[in-house]
């Protein structure tokens, strides 16, 4: 019995599902700030599968492992695509945090198809800084131990059930007004097909006209990462205008010349 546990095990360890899981830099690990820092990945073991994962983006964080307690330092990598590899890097500006021992973790945001994830490394250190952390990093990072960086953010099943439908999930995403939908990939509706001719008298708006308040304070981190639209199920073709184009108004000089035509 166990021995056919085994081999279940062998058949099924080529589909594994996994999302990221940082190598490098690794717990504890102190690099230097100021330089290039590279980082690398590997599958976690989890879903969702890297293979169904396309572009990502890469923040350096400082702080505790709660939310709110802790900070985007700075970007590492703003547009990144999984098919270039398991591995990146990105400059660390030395003036952005101070030299405490394992207050640096990784963030990757990761989007697919069927949502996003977000990933964090485990907690390392960076020598040479010479910045200072806001209130929000010191407190979070007190009474803090061991290298575990925060918990995985998986909203890829989530964005999954939000637009799944008999017509695929995009289109049935955009079944539901742009305003009124959550999460991190919104859907539009397919772009519609021009007419032949031209009906309308009076030009008016599409759609209803959105309220605008200005912000008093800080707004949120923006939840939408990108916006899908539905794909185009109408072909369109074109060729050459072969009709003689209509004659204009002569002008003075031609109503001359046409006077003393032979």
Request: overall charge positive; hydrophobic content about 40%; aromatic content about 8%.
């Amino acid at each position: 019995m166990l021995f056919r546990l085994l081999l279940l095990l062998v058949a099924v360890a080529p589909y594994a599902f996994a999302d990221v899981e940082f190598t490098s830099p690794s717990a504890g690990a102190t690099a230097v700030g100021g330089q290039l820092l590279q980082v690398a990945w590997k599958d976690s073991g989890t879903s969702p599968p890297i293979s169904e994962l396309q572009s990502f983006q890469l923040f350096l964080c400082a702080g505790g492992n709660d939310a709110g307690s802790f900070i985007q330092l700075t970007s590492l990598v703003a547009n990144g695509v999984f098919s270039s590899g398991s591995a990146s890097s990105g400059t660390v500006p030395a003036s952005i945090g101070a030299s405490v021992k394992n207050a640096y973790f990784l963030k990757m945001i990761s989007a697919g198809t069927g949502g996003t994830v977000t990933n964090y490394s485990n907690r390392f250190s960076l020598s040479g800084m010479t910045g200072t952390f806001p209130a929000t990093v010191t407190t979070g990072l007190s009474g803090l131990s061991g290298t575990d960086g925060p918990a995985t953010e998986n909203n890829f099943a989530a964005a999954g059930a939000n637009a799944a439908g008999a017509g695929g999930p995009v289109a049935a995403g955009a079944t539901v007004p742009y305003t009124l939908q959550s999460g991190p990939i919104r859907y539009a509706p397919m772009q519609g097909k021009p007419g032949t001719k031209i009906t309308a008298k009076n030009a008016s708006p599409q759609y209803p006209t959105s309220s605008v308040s200005i912000a008093k304070t800080w707004l949120p981190t923006p939840k939408a990462i990108t916006t899908q639209t539905v794909s185009a199920t109408y072909s369109t073709s074109s060729h050459a205008n072969t009709a003689a184009a209509a004659p204009g108004p002569m002008n003075d000089m031609q109503k001359y010349l046409a006077r003393w035509r032979d």
